[in-house]
């Protein structure tokens, strides 16, 4: 995803939108740290932009939390600034528990969900994976690199998830 030539952010966009319209929940495998908060910076400017509506945006993953909170204290290493920090951990609910993870699954769409990891080999991504996948509605956006022999190359080749 490269966020500096626009075309991936009007791609994000038009994904996020296609699935909300249809009432879907967007799941994106990312990996904690770094992808995760280069995600939330991008629905964040699509927000600010309006070029999508301001769903429901969950970061599920400890780690990139974690991460997130890393960026926020140390903004000077960043091109943000410190306000833009803020803005950008404020884009999604911080998943706090694995029970609050599980309940996600029965919420209904529109909505995102970044989960790790980035493969789809583990994390909590896996049982959104396993409750979203199945309804066409829904969308798995793949954002990074996806190795061979992980769940996310399965996905990426067009697998189906096992029941």
């Given at each position: 995803?490269d ?6 952010l009007?791609?994000l966009a ?7 319209a249809?009432g ?6 990312a990996?904690?740290?770094?992808r995760?908060q ?5 629905i ?12 429901p945006v969950y970061?599920?993953s ?5 991460a997130?909170?890393?960026?926020m204290k140390?903004?000077q290493?960043?091109?943000l600034s410190a306000?833009e920090?803020t803005?950008?951990?404020s884009?999604a609910?911080i998943?706090e528990?694995?029970d609050?993870?599980?309940?996600l699954?029965a919420?209904?769409?529109p ?11 583990g ?5 959104h994976?396993?409750a979203f996948?199945p309804d066409?509605r ?10 061979g022999g992980?769940r996310g190359?399965a996905?990426a080749?067009?697998?189906?998830l096992?029941a």
């Open positions: 995803m966020l500096d030539r626009g075309r991936d009007h791609v038009d994904v996020i939108n296609r699935t909300a249809r879907g929940v967007v799941v994106i495998p990996f904690a740290v770094g995760a280069v995600l939330l910076y991008a964040h400017q699509l927000k600010k932009r309006g070029a999508i509506h301001h769903l970061l599920n400890p780690m990139a939390a974690n997130t909170q890393v960026y140390y903004p290493q960043l091109r306000n920090c803005e950008v951990a884009t609910h998943v528990s694995a609050e993870s599980r309940l699954n919420r209904k769409g909505m995102v969900i970044i989960a790790a990891s980035g493969m789809a080999t994390g909590r991504v896996v049982h994976l396993q996948a066409k829904n969308t798995i956006l793949l954002a990074g690199y996806q190795a992980t190359a996905l080749r067009g697998a189906a096992p």
